[in-house]
């Protein structure tokens, strides 16, 4: 397996004396990273890297800063044998190529940028790096670059695993998790020396085959990563206070860094699984932390470290006299933390309604109601939700002691908490605009409760939403009379900033009030204009957020429409459906256009196809919207559009096969059509076996009188909408034969039963006459005969629908043929996936995972590679193209009339195409 390969910098161009080009070095989270002067006048900058030994590179990974940012980077390599000079003007370096970097403007140059190459294996023991001109921005006023890490991947040289990877022939593989540059930089050093060691007992325990001991280090290593980068972060904070010389602060990220720690491995049992003296057999049974995905204990916030601090100083004072705490072990503090965890998590499974609950992370004097008032969200707040303003409140720099003793420190710190746990936190006074912009909840709700709405802390919003669900449920009342409208109003405007909310808990508690709203307050109380007003304003939001990359949102968006589609005054004006019934267009992003089939489809389930025209669910609406919808860039969107017009298709097969083109051959060569043509022929021999067996009933209910009453099929009823033809009346239906069906004869001529020649039928006014009457029997018998002949279709032998081949009805010869013979189809040369040869080019250029590397001719309209464009253009085929003239993508000769049987004639024919490998005749 590959592996890093350590370096040294031994020259660079130029650099900032604040970050020479020793950081390069070494990864870590606090490691700043390279950057040339301010001043530097060198165009290009150079850096060069001496292997500690020399190594067969396979992988080159580099880390660019987020806003000093060069353009390109060409990659060096040399290798130098023993005894030659290494001074870098002696170094001759063979050239590999160059990555090109974005210039971040996307990000708001906020991101790094980690680009990973593939190189080898080649042999050296120098790379150098040229960089050049930077990407320029406003943050990048001296024109500078930077590079925060570089890392080199590959094997010794003679190493035993290179030779068996070479030997064998097999790919290289990647290297040890702990060797990429996207971890080592971000998590702590000692956890990632951790992790190499549980990463190698993994793949030993996996050679001796105990598989569920290397589950559970499997499943130890991820949630080490976690905690690894949660003390990534507080190393970089603790560099960040001795820059700030802040050194009170910086102990306790660093006694922060060690309790975490601690407590982390103590509850994945690491040391257990590590088995440093010999084998433990409890690895290889089930364990409970074990069960499914490990979750990492709570971290110590600076106000639980010092109060442990001050703990411990307290309990060794007595011991130790007047002992300063900066000389106390850091183990004991630890053990202490461990101890405080376990009476936590004790405190809490035995008494989860206590008011003295003291639970680790959380300030042990926030008011108790408050947090109880708030259990239902605090599970998925801890998990999914972004960070509190209170944890950035733990996150901040610890201002420096004005006293030397701990209480102090600890007594401001518990000041801070006070402050924090104050119910107005953060909440600041509306302003002007603000005011104007909820004058009416105001007057509604009262000024605190919209004042909540408006906060900067979430749990503020939270509660807010909370109280208004409680008023909309009927479990809370105002305290003055207000018009049920008003209220809807009311509450409508606060749910609209609600919904937007970035935070996902926010969110998911505004969807769960508006469904209050429209559920539980609205039926038979609210106007039905002032219904109509709040889901036009609730509506449009919550479209945009069902089209939103996270599916927990997208799916809590679009549950929450359907709830107020549901709803019996928003169904009775027909309030959703039209704006789900749109067509989609080509440029819908495809999340979005996914949320909308996939609603419509549900809305035509529940709801059912209707005729009014004003409900958004009509065969014509909803044909429109799916006939949009199957041209769409997304398959998922596609396949629902698909699945809309066989809904519509069951009720009304005319109006959809009209907005379709039509079903012959060339259009069943497109795979789109194919399949939906065939789910079409499906429903059509579904339709005529039910109109036999409606055939068969109606003529054997006429033998009774007690089954005259019974209705026809709708088939029959769709069938003779404007030809009525009525059976014989039931008095005489006694004298009737067992068989009434009409055959044709080979001359055309009718017979029936004979016992039916005497009978007497009773007209209407507007019956047929008895040649229209005889043209409808003839229609069934034919539909009849269909069935019939279909059903021994399998004994006729079977053709290629492209090339005519002949097979024996397997499926499997003839996807085999599809594969690798026929003529008409090909093999996409990026992607291999099979598909006509007439539409190769406008694959390539549209559908193909390569399409960005194609673009298409202007003369010929043949899909060409971008780096061999100029070359194309100089070719003697490249010309312009006739009316009515297609170009073969793999002969290059014109094809006459492409769309009436010239391809065909082309592909097949023995002059046909030269270019084409599956060619039948051979030259």
Known sequence: MAKRIPFNVIFVSDEDLDFPSNELNSHGPTVQGWRNHPESVIPNQEIILRLHNPAQICRIQVLAHQFLIPERIEIWIHFSPKGAPTTPSSQTFEYLGYISLSDNSATKFKSRELQSVSVGPQKGTHVKLRLGQNHPNHLNTNNQVALIAVNVIGFDIGSEDLIKLTESGTDIPLQSICDDLSFSMYVEESITDTVRAIEMLKKKAVNDERFEYARKLKLCMSALRSAGERMGRYALAKRQAVVQEDFIAAKLRKEQIEMYKNAVFAHLRVEVLMERDKTNQENDSFSEIYAQKPTLPQPPSLQDVAATLADLSSTMSPKLGHRDTGSTDGSSISESYSASLSKASVTQVDAPNSPQLNQIGRSPYRDSSASNSRTGSLRRRNKSAPRSSYEDYEERAVPALRHSHTNEFLRECQGAALLESDPCRGRSRLNERERRQAALPILTFGNDMVEMFYSRQYQDREDGLIHLTAILKGESSLDFAVGLNKIARSATLLLHRAVRDAVFSVFNYATETVRALFVEFVPGRVSASEVARCVDRLLPELLAKSGDPSP???????????????????????????????????????????????????????????????????????????????????????????????????????????????????TRRNLLYRQLFTEFDKLDMQRRKEMLAGSRTGDAGAESPTNCAKTESPQFSLERKSKTVKHDSCENSATASPKKSI?????????????????????????????????????????????????????????????????????????????????????CPQCRQVLEVAALNAHLTGECDAKISYITCKRCTEAVHKDLYEIHSMEDHCQELKPNIARCPLCHDEVEAPLDGGWKLHLLSTDGCRGNARRRAKI
């Open 552 to 666: 927990r949102i997208h799916t809590l968006a679009q549950h929450t429409i359907l709830t107020i589609a549901a709803c019996p005054e928003v169904r009775e004006q027909h309030l959703i459906a039209p704006a789900l019934s749109r067509s989609v267009g080509t440029g819908t992003h495809p999340r979005l256009a996914l949320s909308r089939m996939q609603m419509l489809e549900q809305l035509a389930l529940s709801q059912g196809i209707n005729a009014d025209k004003q409900s958004g669910l009509t065969c014509r609406a909803l044909s429109d919207c799916g006939c949009s919808g199957i041209h769409h860039p997304s398959e998922p969107v596609r396949k629902v559009a698909e699945r809309v017009l066989l809904l519509v298709y069951k009720i009304n097969p005319r109006l959809v096969r009209k907005q379709l083109p039509p079903d012959d051959d060339v």
């Open 743 to 827: 055959l044709l004869n080979k001359n055309g001529a009718t017979h029936s039963d004979t016992g039916n020649r005497n009978r007497v039928t009773h007209q209407v006014p507007n019956r047929q006459n008895g040649k229209e009457e005889y043209n409808v029997k003839v229609k069934q018998t034919m539909a009849l005969s269909a069935f019939n002949s279909n059903s021994f279709d399998d004994e006729k032998p079977q053709y290629c629908p492209f090339c005519d081949w002949e097979y024996n009805g397997a499926q499997d010869e003839l996807d085999k043929h599809f594969w690798k013979a026929c003529p008409i189809l090909t093999k």
